[in-house]
């Protein structure tokens, strides 16, 4: 009877013992779900990391080195800026002009003509201004074909806009004309070597127009013999 007492309470007090770890080994194993929520988690806040360094750098493939994108854009943004081409207000009214009406005509030419009088030569910048008028006074030829327009028309149209001229204007035009009438030839017939002049003068864009146009040659001929002829006593 004792040995039956015996196994009873010993029986009891290891089922005892079991329960009580069980319960510790529950109470400290973390939950699936709670494992699960700090996997998520720490991937998300890696994959943001991950995102937030590779938009402040760019990575060389040539040389290993890191470039910031806010160097990148102002660099491409300060090139864009340094190559911008001077803007020239005569040549892109000439340019634009469609009306060959006398009246539109003779206002387009004294523009082109005040280029050619508002320097002198020996100045400083006489050899940009030389450029700059001879290319506008070709882009203006071009620009209303002046080898087909009818010659007293044109003859009336240069002529007035220079008589029209002031002492100082024309004393600056027959000073400056043969200048300007040799680059004139010398953009059409070797321009390379003006490339850079016309560039600096911001007329870069039309001289190009002007060596592509194959009626640039004759245009130009017929307007400074024009002028040749007649603008000097």
């Known amino acids: 009877m004792k040995k039956s007492v015996v196994i009873v309470l010993l029986a009891g007090t290891i089922a005892v013992s079991a329960v009580g770890c069980g319960n510790r080994n529950a ?10 929520a700090e996997v998520t988690e720490a991937a998300s806040s890696s994959e943001g990391s991950s995102a937030g360094s590779q938009s402040e750098s760019v990575v060389s ?11 990148v854009s102002s660099s491409v943004s300060s090139s864009s800026q340094d190559n911008a081409a001077p803007e020239t ?3 892109t009214a000439v340019a634009v002009s469609s009306d060959d009406s006398a ?3 003779e206002s387009s ?18 050899s940009l201004q030389s450029v700059l008028s001879a290319v ?12 087909d327009m009818d010659q007293d028309k044109l003859l009336g149209i240069v002529m007035d806009v220079i008589d029209k001229s002031d002492d100082t204007e024309k004393d600056a035009l027959a000073a400056n004309w043969r200048t300007i009438y040799d680059t004139g030839d010398s953009i059409l017939n070797d321009p390379t070597n ?7 003068a911001g007329c870069y864009d039309e001289g190009i127009a002007i060596v592509q146009n194959a009626d640039s040659a004759k245009n130009w001929e ?5 002028i040749e002829r007649n603008a000097f006593e």
Request: net charge negative.
């Open 103 to 105: 009246a539109s005509l």
């Open 194 to 200: 003006l490339y850079g002049i016309m560039s600096d």
């Open 89 to 91: 207000e005569a040549l």
């Open 61 to 71: 493939s040539s040389s290993g080195e890191s470039v910031s994108s806010d160097s």
């Open 222 to 226: 017929t307007l400074k013999l024009l």
């Open 27 to 36: 109470d400290s194993a973390p939950s699936v779900e709670s494992t699960a």
């Open 109 to 126: 030419f004294g523009d082109v003509l005040d280029i050619c009088t508002s320097w002198g030569p020996g100045t400083a910048g006489s």
């Open 136 to 147: 506008t006074l070709i882009t203006w030829a071009n620009t209303n074909d002046v080898k």
